[in-house]
């Protein structure tokens, strides 16, 4: 057997394996898409079957945008998206000052604070939802929209390291002579270092963007009013073991609630490659 024929042959093995490790991946995907179609008493004679043997997807998808509870699933998605892009927002400002001051500007025991910051991320979520709960409960801001956003607005240890590693590669005589030029502090991060760290933003962005849309811990324990639910904790009321539960409007609104996310992760992929990539290489 010649060199070239046993490369064909390796190569179309690769791709055979490749395509169908990519089905398995993507394959709970598909049959969310194609169960969102099938009708509710149907839907489990045949699980793993991604065509509908009967075709629901119109009722499926109008009764799941009907919601639930008398609130619509419009509802649901802009409590959803206001928290997620306002929360987004605020955990990337302050994680970018937060790395700004920590790499950046010297200051007594910015070593030891930079420590404590990396110490949190081995903290679990979930502990520190008491305390976060009982200063949301002394602000009068439980069962507010607020209440899921503000806790953002403290930063991220992940996405200040991320940013933290990223002004450690760029120069500080580019400070120096925006210093001499008359640029102060704030001056220089957005001026001089923000377009360098372009990539590291957009990659904290698209993280800290997928971690709040998903989120279903803080608003189950934050939130007590149907109309101020988030998706993810408003998918859970299409489910009733008590009456009837509405699977294909789940499964429907469950398609719906991926989309910005996909979206938003194809539009920005190639920052977040560029971001891995560049520190991984600076680090």
Same mark, same amino acid.
Request: glycine share 8%; net charge positive.
């Given at each position: 057997?010649?060199?070239?024929?046993?490369?064909?042959?390796?190569?179309?093995?690769?791709?055979?394996?490749?395509?169908?490790?990519?089905?398995?991946?993507?394959?709970?995907?598909?049959?969310?898409?194609?169960?969102?179609?099938?009708?509710?008493?149907?839907?489990?004679?045949?699980?793993?079957?991604?065509?509908?043997?009967?075709?629901?997807?119109?009722?499926?998808?109008?009764?799941?945008?009907?919601?639930?509870?008398?609130?619509?699933?419009?509802?649901?998605?802009?409590?959803?998206?206001?928290?997620?892009?306002?929360?987004?927002?605020?955990?990337?400002?302050?994680?970018?000052?937060?790395?700004? @001051? %920590?790499?950046?500007?010297?200051?007594?025991? #910015?070593?030891?604070?930079? +420590?404590?910051?990396?110490?949190?991320?081995? $903290?679990?979520?979930?502990?520190?939802?008491?305390?976060?709960?009982?200063?949301?409960?002394?602000?009068?801001?439980?069962?507010?929209?607020?209440?899921?956003?503000?806790?953002?607005?403290?930063?991220?240890?992940?996405?200040?390291?991320?940013?933290?590693?990223?002004?450690?590669?760029?120069?500080?005589?580019?400070?120096?002579?925006?210093?001499?030029?008359?640029?102060?502090?704030?001056?220089?991060?957005?001026?001089?270092?923000?377009?360098?760290?372009?990539?590291?933003?957009?990659?904290?962005?698209?993280?800290?963007?997928?971690?709040?849309?998903?989120?279903?811990?803080?608003?189950?324990?934050?939130?007590?009013?149907?109309?101020?639910?988030?998706?993810?904790? @408003? %998918?859970?009321?299409?489910?009733?073991?008590? #009456?009837?539960?509405?699977? +294909?409007?789940?499964?429907?609104?469950?398609? $719906?609630?991926?989309?910005?996310?996909?979206?938003?992760?194809?539009?920005?992929?190639?920052?977040?490659?560029?971001?891995?990539?560049?520190?991984?290489?600076?680090?």
């Amino acid at each position: 057997m010649g060199m070239h024929t046993k490369k064909k042959i390796n190569s179309i093995r690769f791709h055979i394996g490749a395509c169908l490790i990519g089905f398995l991946m993507i394959y709970p995907l598909l049959w969310l898409l194609a169960s969102s179609f099938k009708s509710n008493e149907t839907m489990f004679l045949d699980t793993y079957s991604l065509i509908p043997k009967v075709w629901d997807g119109q009722k499926n998808y109008r009764s799941g945008f009907a919601g639930v509870g008398g609130v619509t699933f419009a509802t649901f998605f802009m409590n959803s998206l206001t928290v997620t892009v306002i929360g987004t927002g605020g955990c990337v400002l302050t994680s970018l000052l937060a790395a700004y @001051a %920590l790499s950046r500007i010297k200051f007594k025991f #910015s070593g030891l604070w930079f +420590g404590c910051v990396m110490m949190t991320m081995m $903290i679990p979520p979930q502990v520190m939802v008491v305390p976060q709960y009982i200063i949301l409960k002394k602000l009068n801001l439980i069962d507010t929209r607020t209440a899921l956003i503000l806790p953002w607005f403290f930063g991220g240890a992940f996405f200040i390291f991320l940013m933290v590693q990223f002004f450690r590669g760029i120069p500080r005589e580019l400070d120096e002579a925006a210093e001499i030029d008359g640029c102060g502090k704030i001056g220089i991060l957005f001026r001089i270092l923000v377009p360098v760290v372009k990539p590291a933003i957009i990659t904290s962005s698209i993280f800290a963007f997928y971690w709040i849309w998903q989120d279903f811990f803080q608003p189950l324990i934050f939130m007590n009013s149907a109309s101020k639910f988030t998706i993810p904790l @408003a %998918l859970n009321m299409y489910l009733d073991p008590n #009456s009837y539960n509405n699977y +294909g409007g789940l499964f429907a609104m469950s398609v $719906i609630s991926l989309l910005p996310v996909i979206i938003f992760f194809i539009i920005f992929q190639r920052y977040l490659v560029d971001g891995i990539a560049m520190d991984g290489i600076k680090g």
